[in-house]
């Protein structure tokens, strides 16, 4: 469909400010609207399929005049990792407005609720749906302006220093990924990823080597990888329960996606393979440290969606660990078809695996939260009887968090261990971190079997004679979307691979 793209970035712009006045009106019919444009751009999106696997270069391309004293076009594409991942982020929307007409109910300044959860809709599809650095960095600067008011405004106790929090480290990561992208223009002229992919192969080496560590450095902090994940638990504690599903399920696997498509993509076929080795090696560690981390303190931690938000490092710590896993010939100049690079697969399918779980897993806290009014996981117990639907949504997230079969996330690290065994055959240092990754999987294990046993079985903790019911019917529509989203990609993760599988990367 022509304009597919295009009108997939125009229709929330343009509805922003219909749905404050929707808002107005009734903050239901303000929540409907916004789903609405989420199903619109779903069915939107899925019209480039066709092409992204049908064509010779499996990409679906727009491009249309921009800035021209720059020779910038406004160009929008996906391939089959990008397509993947804007539809998981629109059907995370579609959840989130749901789940907000009944959670949000009685909260204060509605309308702008859900005027900023359409605006912040731009940003988090939009860093998918991009060629260009400059509209990149517009999407990537876009999420954050959105989700600082909506943490800040309606939060908890502590909710505007948390957002600012937020704010604050992301965007010193954001001044990171500025000077990569800049020193890109400067060195090669133009603002098109896939062009000055090209350009870079002729750039000093030791230039690129900066703009690798400085790209990837700005993306890690939007991960919330160790040592710069300190906003992320805050963040997500304070945060309204449809804003943690979409900052733990589409803001940090954003930073996940950037460093695939822009560091390892872009940048990195240029520096060399014994930097790139190296480099390579750096992520790993980093990622062991991140799952290692985000694990044990997910184990001892009593608040609900703190607990959460650490699991949440955790697996960003998975797919950091999947990412070093990327094809090091890459660096010397060989093309690779990610068919071929089953690591890389697993880690782009764990990414939106781990988008859905954790969307689910939030969603499920925040409706504990909503009919129980506490978060202390020590004073809840026996919610399976009170809150059949809920406790089954939420044990499927958790077991999907843990790797268990047959859920989105057993597939998606199945496959991040069977590339890492082909590529210990070739590179010895991986044998020490695939270990300890496996180990990490029993840590997710753990916890989440905790979470469960806490919440929802046992003997009711909380006060005597006090009433808790399950939640509404959009509640419940919203996280049955998940619950199926989770056991098709675990029973049946085809459609995605012969997406994923299609990308070419050096």
Known sequence: MPFALLSVFLIPTISTPFVY??????????????????????????TTIPTVLNSSVHRYVESYTW????????????DGISVSIALISLILILAAALFSIKYMTGKKNLPAYYALLCMLSIGLVGVFLTSNLLLFYFCWELMLVPAYFIIGGWGYKDSYKAAFKLFIFTHAGAVFVLLGIGTIYVVTGTTDMFAAQ????????????????????????KMAVVPV????????????????????????????????RL??????????????????????????ISAFFGSLIALVE???????????????????????????????????????????????????SHAVSKGLFFLSAGAVMHQTETRDIREMGGLAGKMPFTAVSGTIAALSIAGAPPFACFISEFLIFV?????????????????????????????????????????SKGEE????????????????ILVVLIILIGIYPTFFLNLIQTVKFG
């Open 67 to 78: 800035i021209t004293i720059i020779n910038t076009s406004f160009t929008l594409f996906v």
């Open 465 to 480: 004679g006090k009433k808790i019911f399950e939640v509404s019917n959009y509640m419940k529509i919203s996280l049955a």
């Open 21 to 46: 006045f929707a808002g107005k009106k009734s903050p239901k019919a303000a929540a409907i609207l916004i789903a609405l444009i989420a199903i619109v751009n779903i069915a939107l999106i899925l």
């Open 302 to 352: 009593t608040d609900i969606k703190r607990l959460i938000a650490y699991s949440s490092i955790a697996h960003m710590g998975y797919i950091m660990f999947g990412l070093s896993l990327f094809p090091v010939s890459v660096a010397a100049g060989t093309a690779v078809v990610l068919i071929s690079a089953i690591a890389i697969t697993g880690t782009v399918l764990h990414i939106i």
């Open 198 to 221: 090209t350009a870079l192969m002729t750039a000093s080496p030791d230039i690129i080597k900066w703009v690798l560590i400085a790209l990837t450095a700005g993306f890690a902090v």
């Open 263 to 288: 560091s390892l993509g872009m940048v990195f076929p240029a520096v060399g393979i014994a930097f790139g080795t190296n480099f390579l090696h750096g992520l790993a560690i980093f990622g062991i």
């Open 229 to 260: 994940h300190m906003w992320l638990p805050d963040a997500h504690s304070e945060a309204p329960a449809p804003m943690s599903a979409l900052l733990s399920g589409v803001i940090i696997s954003a930073g996940a996606y950037a460093i695939l």
């Open 419 to 459: 590339g890492a065994f082909q590529v210990i055959h070739t590179d010895g240092f991986y044998i020490i971190p695939t270990a300890l990754m496996l180990v990490a999987t029993v840590l997710s294990l753990a916890y989440a079997l905790r979470f469960i046993s806490f919440v929802f079985l046992g003997q």
